[in-house]
């Protein structure tokens, strides 16, 4: 994945995904509430207000509106600076109407948060911290700053100052707490949507290969009883043209031609896959193809297969998904990057369940981080030696997640530990004091050979394209 599309991927510039239209529309509706809560205080109330300063202070929100109504598109999305301009306009209307209305002593002075949660939600942090920061100037100067509210008697309306302190402190700390929160979680829900897209490329990817395999290994099988018969007819035709020099040598050239494409077709495909053998294979098959591309990295892998002491000893054939053997190779891929020399893959079946754990000789998960392994985008200060093991690695748990979301889809369970760990079974040898992670299935959800998920045995049918 490159530069471009991760950057793409993490959603840095998410601010420019808010269309101008919403914001139009959310400042229609703030507009429409200060209308009503002038008019009921005015009316209902007898409240008296500096009402040309009012409208006016409504009259420019609707102003603003008007003309992004009428310069812009429909359809345009807003930069970070629009946004931020727009956010920026909309606090500081709302702050001139709290200090035409008496200020804090207005209960609607707790909207100035509306401005804040925003920019958390869709804005850089740098924008948020000057929304955020101005915001609380804005509080402050309210606090002591406005002009007070007068009944029709001319009495004027305004909560104890202990009140009005209590009204400061509150929406301060609430600026501050609702900044931070917004924003926090609108990170973590932006992470999971980038490495859920993330996973669903690598998914896709995978499955354009295995579709690739398929057509490739299918299309081998199939020409070949005709290219056998090209094989057996031509070199008929050769035994009976020796009288025939010239055409001899052409039927000499068409059984040629046809070994050629025998062994094309022998060469693009993988040995033991054709047609609806594509679709399962025994599981120490699909252990191997996940760690093929890692075989010749300058570490040892052990496999190992074997049966429960209560299982049948013949070894189960499981579907070929592709979140299966993508999920499985990346785990791989994470025990041969930090092992020392040797990684070990055991594979172990029951009636019940199939399992495979993944174990290594490196350092091990960092023990403060087994809670969170699987989170994406998550980074750790990284030492010398790590940098040595894995050069250029960002670090960013993106590749365990991916792996994770993918063998829990197909219905696996996962667990993450260290050999080392004192609370590990004692069938995990010394040397085995690595990473370790065990990978559960429910045998009824990748046997391939029993149950809902058995692969149907028969006539090839054709493969779409």
């Known amino acids: 994945m490159n530069d471009l599309s991760f950057g793409f991927l993490r959603g840095q510039h998410r601010s420019n995904w808010i269309r101008l239209r919403t914001l139009i529309l959310l400042r229609w509706v703030a507009i429409v509430g200060q209308l009503i809560a002038i008019l009921v205080a005015q009316h209902?109330?007898?409240?008296?207000?500096?009402?040309?300063?009012?409208?006016?202070?409504?009259?420019?929100?609707?102003?603003?509106?008007?003309?992004?109504?009428?310069?812009?598109?429909?359809?345009?999305?807003?930069?970070?600076?629009?946004?931020?301009?727009?956010?920026?306009?909309?606090?500081?209307?709302?702050?001139?109407?709290?200090?035409?209305?008496?200020?804090?002593?207005?209960?609607?002075?707790?909207l100035l948060l509306?401005?804040?949660?925003?920019?958390?939600?869709?804005?850089?942090?740098?924008?948020?911290?000057?929304?955020?920061?101005t915001a609380i100037i804005l509080v402050s100067l309210l606090a002591g700053f406005h002009l007070p509210l007068r009944t029709e008697t001319g009495s004027i309306l305004r909560v104890p100052d202990i009140f009005l302190f209590g009204n400061w402190t509150a929406i301060v700390?609430?600026?501050?707490?609702?900044?931070?929160?917004?924003?926090?979680?609108?990170?973590?829900?932006?992470?999971?949507?980038?490495?859920?897209?993330?996973?669903?490329?690598?998914?896709?990817?995978?499955?354009?290969?295995?579709?690739?395999?398929?057509?490739?290994?299918?299309?081998a099988h199939e020409l070949g009883t005709p290219l056998a018969?090209?094989?057996?007819?031509?070199?008929?035709?050769?035994?009976?043209?020796?009288?025939?020099?010239?055409?001899?040598?052409?039927?000499?050239?068409?059984?040629?031609q046809a070994d050629r494409c025998r062994d094309i077709l022998r060469d693009m495909g993988r040995a033991g896959k054709d047609d609806l053998h594509l679709r399962q294979a025994p599981l120490s098959a699909v252990i191997n193809e996940a760690a093929e591309p890692h075989m010749?990295?300058?570490?040892?892998?052990?496999?190992?297969?074997?049966?429960?002491?209560?299982?049948?000893?013949?070894?189960?054939?499981?579907?070929?998904?592709?979140?299966?053997?993508?999920?499985?190779?990346?785990?791989?891929?994470?025990?041969?990057?930090?092992?020392r020399a040797n990684v070990w893959?055991?594979?172990?079946?029951?009636?019940?369940?199939?399992?495979?754990?993944?174990?290594?000789?490196?350092?091990?998960y960092p023990p403060h981080l087994i809670g969170r392994i699987g989170d994406p985008f998550m980074r750790r200060?990284?030492?010398?030696?790590?940098?040595?093991?894995?050069?250029?690695?960002?670090?960013?748990g993106l590749g365990?997640?991916?792996?994770?979301?993918?063998?829990?889809?197909?219905?696996a369970q996962l667990t993450f530990t260290n050999g080392s760990d004192y609370l590990q079974p004692t069938n995990i040898s010394k040397e085995r004091s690595g990473a370790v992670v065990e990978v559960i299935w429910p045998r009824n959800a990748i046997d391939a050979q029993a149950g809902d998920n058995a692969v149907p045995m028969g006539q090839n049918q054709p493969i779409r394209i």
């Not at 409208?55 to 812009?72: D, E, K, P, R």
């Not at 301009?85 to 002075?109: H, I, K, R, S, W």
């Not at 924003?183 to 992470?191: A, F, K, L, N, V």
């Not at 893959?345 to 091990?364: F, H, K, L, Q, V």
Request: glycine residues 8%.
């Open 173 to 219: 700390i609430a600026t501050l707490f609702m900044g931070v929160y917004s924003r926090r979680i609108t990170s973590e829900m932006h992470s999971m949507s980038d490495a859920l897209a993330a996973t669903q490329m690598a998914l896709s990817r995978e499955q354009q290969l295995t579709d690739l395999g398929g057509v490739v290994a299918a299309a």
């Open 114 to 133: 509306a401005p804040v949660t925003i920019s958390a939600s869709v804005m850089s942090l740098r924008s948020t911290l000057i929304i955020g920061s």
């Open 400 to 411: 365990l997640f991916i792996a994770k979301t993918l063998l829990e889809r197909s219905g």
């Open 381 to 396: 200060r990284r030492s010398d030696a790590g940098h040595a093991a894995r050069p250029g690695y960002e670090g960013m």
């Open 296 to 339: 010749n990295r300058g570490k040892f892998i052990h496999f190992e297969e074997q049966p429960d002491q209560d299982s049948d000893y013949q070894q189960p054939s499981v579907l070929r998904k592709p979140e299966i053997i993508h999920g499985l190779r990346n785990l791989i891929q994470n025990g041969v990057d930090f092992a």
């Open 44 to 110: 209902f109330y007898h409240i008296q207000l500096e009402l040309g300063l009012c409208y006016l202070a409504i009259g420019a929100s609707v102003f603003g509106n008007l003309t992004a109504i009428f310069v812009f598109p429909e359809n345009k999305r807003l930069s970070e600076s629009e946004n931020f301009l727009m956010v920026l306009f909309d606090l500081l209307q709302l702050a001139f109407l709290l200090f035409l209305t008496g200020g804090l002593n207005n209960p609607f002075a707790l």
């Open 345 to 364: 893959i055991e594979a172990i079946w029951t009636d019940d369940t199939i399992s495979i754990r993944i174990m290594d000789d490196g350092p091990g």
């Open 229 to 256: 018969t090209i094989k057996l007819a031509s070199a008929e035709l050769i035994e009976e043209l020796n009288d025939h020099p010239d055409l001899r040598e052409d039927a000499a050239l068409i059984r040629q």
